[in-house]
């Protein structure tokens, strides 16, 4: 997945869920780290995007719950699978919305990225062969496992 089409956070939709009081206000440093694919690049991801969230759970699918309102648990939890912060990786919401980032920047702030009631969002490496899912129930499945 080298070569991901990537564009300005500027003209991200969902940037005020990082710039905006109401929500979070991430760091510059931090929002430095976020940057939106393109709307085709997104699209481009959706197959994939759609293949890890419908793939069955085997044994080896850590599942575990993710209520907003136990943030910090939920952190501990997302740094407890042993995935390096520096891991580049893709945040995706849809066919026309997707990130990459670090593992860091999700872990750190995994509740501006993952909204109860609304969002379901796969996550993924773009070296290491895992992949991680939310559903807006507020849960998370973490794929050790590649995805083809």
């Known amino acids: 997945m080298v070569g991901i089409a990537l564009t300005n956070l500027d003209d991200f939709p969902l940037l005020w869920r990082w710039t905006q009081v109401t929500h979070s206000v991430l ?27 419908q793939a069955p759970r085997t044994p080896s699918v850590q599942h575990f719950e993710a209520p907003a309102e136990r943030a910090d648990d939920v952190r501990k939890n997302l740094g407890g699978l042993g995935l390096l912060p520096t891991t580049p990786i893709i945040v995706y ?10 593992w860091q920047t999700f872990t750190n702030h995994w509740d501006d990225f993952c909204y109860p009631s609304s969002d379901d969002v796969v996550v993924w490496s773009l070296t290491e062969p895992w992949a991680l899912c939310y559903g807006h129930h507020e849960w998370f499945d973490y794929r050790p496992e590649a995805v083809a």
């Open 27 to 53: 760091a510059p440093e931090v929002l430095a780290t976020i940057r939106p694919l393109t709307q085709a690049a997104a699209q481009d991801q959706a197959a994939h995007a759609s293949a890890i969230w």
């Open 93 to 102: 919401w849809d066919m026309g919305l997707a990130v990459q980032t670090i």
